[in-house]
């Protein structure tokens, strides 16, 4: 009785928690200068009978028609749970345009996908009447890197992707099974264990709560294949075989200086939310040794929130890393 009591209450609080996600407070350095070379690339996708809104720097020797050389590689940013339509959070949020340029590495920022998890789904959202089904796994892996080698010379193997929050875990899955594509991934306070049953719960609340999306017709019932299929902990073997390079972050709350200026009434849920994800990264990390890998950095700080501070530190912390990774 006393186990039941807790876990309908563990349950519970996961549902609030993942329902009072709001995109979290913008870090004060918000968007890239002007005057970068930055793209907004509308890219159609055949899958979803729609355009869709690709924000765009090149790296060196890209952006024109193919004259020597090898083709550049890319970085491709995915976003998180609400991502809007007009602009990545990654812009938003943070300076990135401005880190990568002159680093010879294309930027790659697909915008929308909001509570997608980046993945193919079976069919529209019912309850949002959504009129076409997310086929983002094949928009990311077919499509738009076909698009780009053949408009932009950006290389379609050898590349970068990195993941927040909902997206951490699109990003291990899709270097699972797209290895040659991402020769290194980045989940950065990344849910990596989706199947787990409080998790599928907590999931289909956050759904509803941003865009009324029915999880249903993401990856199917509980108990269909789809959901272990996108897991991470359960595809760690898969990701260690491939010996694609890896950076795991998560922390467990608790709030740094990085948190100065945020916003008091996000402090519970960023808190909240970055203490529910460590365990399934720890969970992951654990797996992955345990298949053999041996190629991934695991930075589990002491103290940190869910918020756009900390990813941005992240990525200009992982930077250097992803770039001569795929830039060999």
Request: glycine fraction near 8%.
């Amino acid at each position: 009785m006393v186990r039941a009591v807790r876990a309908s209450l563990t349950a519970a609080l996961l549902l609030v928690v993942m329902a009072s996600v709001v995109g979290v407070t913008p870090n004060a350095n918000a968007f890239s200068r002007e005057g970068l070379p930055v793209e907004y690339l509308d890219v159609y996708s055949p899958s979803m009978s729609r355009n869709i809104r690709v924000q765009f720097q090149a790296g060196s020797g890209a952006a024109g028609p193919a004259t020597s050389g090898s083709s550049p590689h890319a970085a491709y940013l995915l976003d998180g749970l609400r991502a809007q339509d007009d602009y990545s959070g990654w812009d938003i949020n943070t300076p990135v345009f401005e880190w990568f340029y002159g680093t010879g590495v294309s930027v790659v920022m697909p915008v929308g996908g909001q509570s997608s998890f980046y993945s193919d789904w079976y069919s529209p959202s019912s309850f949002n009447k959504q009129p076409y089904t997310y086929k983002w796994e094949t928009f990311l892996t077919s499509e738009l890197p076909q698009w780009l080698a053949a408009n932009k010379q950006v290389s379609t193997t050898g590349n970068g992707v990195v993941g927040l929050s909902m997206s951490g875990g699109a990003a291990l899955i899709l270097s699972a099974y797209h290895p040659q594509q991402f020769s290194f991934a980045a989940s950065l306070s990344g849910f990596l264990n989706p199947s787990a049953l409080l998790m599928q719960q907590a999931i289909r609340v956050a759904m509803l709560d941003a865009g009324g999306y029915n999880v249903d017709n993401m990856w199917g019932a509980p108990w269909d294949p789809a959901w272990k299929r996108n897991d991470p902990v359960l595809q760690a073997a898969t990701i260690a075989r491939n010996g694609t390079r890896l950076w795991i972050y998560c922390a467990p709350g608790g709030q740094t200086d990085l948190d100065t200026g945020a916003d008091p009434n996000q402090a519970l849920s960023a808190t909240s939310l970055e203490s529910m994800a460590i365990k399934s990264n720890k969970d992951f990390q654990a797996a992955y040794i345990a298949a053999g890998g041996a190629n991934a950095t695991f930075e589990f700080p002491s103290s940190g929130n869910h918020s756009w501070p900390y990813w941005g530190a992240q990525l200009a912390a992982l930077k250097p890393d992803l770039i001569a990774t795929i830039s060999r």
